[in-house]
């Protein structure tokens, strides 16, 4: 066996397949590499089938998301790391390298992110992950080379190793065991932010996130739902305050639960004022979703939410009235 797993979680995306699994092929000799697919109704098994016979399929009965696809499907991997990649990720030669040898090196070491750089814009951070993820106390993501809508280009201001508070959905890499001592994903966010719920969880029980620039990828962004999708909107808004009700301490969680709801309203105000009424819709009905589940999430709590999660109080502060666009001058 193996020592790694790539697995590509897949929902009607043969052209994609098409376009990425070259790369993941060519590049992945240390791995197996399985795509997991949610029930797809295009010709995605078709493709793998006829054009990569190396790819071991596995089929999801039904499309089980983001979170609950990829539980179901890691079921049947038995590789001690898993690499948990997105359809829309163009890999490079010996990317696999640097994380196995982290895994082995570092045992206290539980998941990994890559340097993850614009598919579309190559000089640039992808705004999903760039050079790995933080957040601020009120539970707002930001990360290395991305805050908010400013990318930065990649000047390898960030080539270091370092821990980070979260990693990238985008191109995960976990060890088997924390995975599923940690039950995997929460399938009740189906998707967006799942991956900050799971480092959380991580962090919560000791385990530590890294980030490494020795692995790059590429990455197209908002290949299976756009930024501009209220659906989006819907599902950051509304997983992000149930990530708060699961993860945060108990002395912070009502304070800072009522300034994201205020601030989310002045959020929706904004795209008010801007003419995109469907996304101050999204906000609401994201709001009126986490009043009728949020007590479900709040079960869901660990007695061990730790309070040093954030380095910062408010990313939005810095950003908005600081005038902090670059990571490197906050830090």
């Keep these: 066996m193996k020592k790694i797993a790539v697995v590509i ?4 995306g043969a052209k994609l397949l098409e376009q990425f699994l070259p790369s993941v092929v060519a590049f992945s000799e240390e791995a197996t590499i ?8 295009d010709n995605s098994i078709d493709v793998i089938q006829t054009q990569f016979p190396s790819v071991k399929i596995i089929q999801n009965s039904g499309n089980f998301g983001f979170a609950k696809g990829y539980n179901e499907a890691l079921q ?3 590789e001690p790391y898993y690499a948990l990649v997105n359809s829309d990720i163009e890999v490079t030669e010996n990317w696999l390298v640097p994380m196995i040898k982290m895994f082995e090196n570092e045992p206290e ?3 990994i992110q890559p340097k993850i750089l614009d598919f579309k814009k190559k000089t640039h951070f992808e705004y999903a992950g760039a050079a790995g993820g933080f957040i601020d106390k009120l539970g707002y993501p930001f990360c290395r080379g ?3 809508e400013t990318i930065e280009e990649d000047k390898n201001q960030y080539d270091s190793e370092i821990p980070i508070f979260w990693a990238s959905g985008a191109c995960f890499f976990i060890r088997k065991e924390v995975f599923r001592k940690l039950k995997g994903f929460d399938p009740d966010f189906f998707a967006h932010q799942e991956e900050i719920d799971l480092c959380w969880r ?9 980030f490494t620039y020795k692995s790059t990828v590429y990455h197209v962004g908002g290949a299976t739902l756009q930024q501009s999708n209220p659906k989006k909107t819907f599902l950051n808004f509304r997983n992000s305050l149930l990530m708060l009700v699961k993860n945060l301490p108990k002395n912070q969680l009502f304070p800072i ?5 205020c601030l989310d309203g002045l959020a929706g105000i904004q795209f008010l004022i801007k003419g995109r009424i469907s996304h101050f819709f999204a906000i609401l009905k994201a709001h009126f979703s986490f009043y009728r589940i949020g007590y479900q999430f709040y079960k869901k709590r660990t007695p061990n939410q730790r309070s040093d999660y954030y380095k910062i109080n408010s990313i939005v502060y810095r950003y908005f009235i600081k005038n902090g666009k670059v990571f490197g001058t906050i830090f």
């Excluded at 979680?9 to 009607?12: A, E, K, M, P």
């Excluded at 991580?202 to 890294?210: D, I, L, M, S």
């Excluded at 639960?257 to 709801?261: A, G, Q, S, Y």
């Design 76 to 78: 049947m991997v038995e």
């Design 257 to 261: 639960l009522f300034m994201r709801l």
């Design 109 to 111: 070491t539980a998941i």
């Design 9 to 12: 979680l897949n929902w009607n």
């Design 202 to 210: 991580a962090f919560n029980f000791g385990y530590q996130t890294k």
């Design 146 to 148: 991305r805050i908010f």
């Design 34 to 41: 399985y795509v997991a697919d949610n029930a797809s109704s």
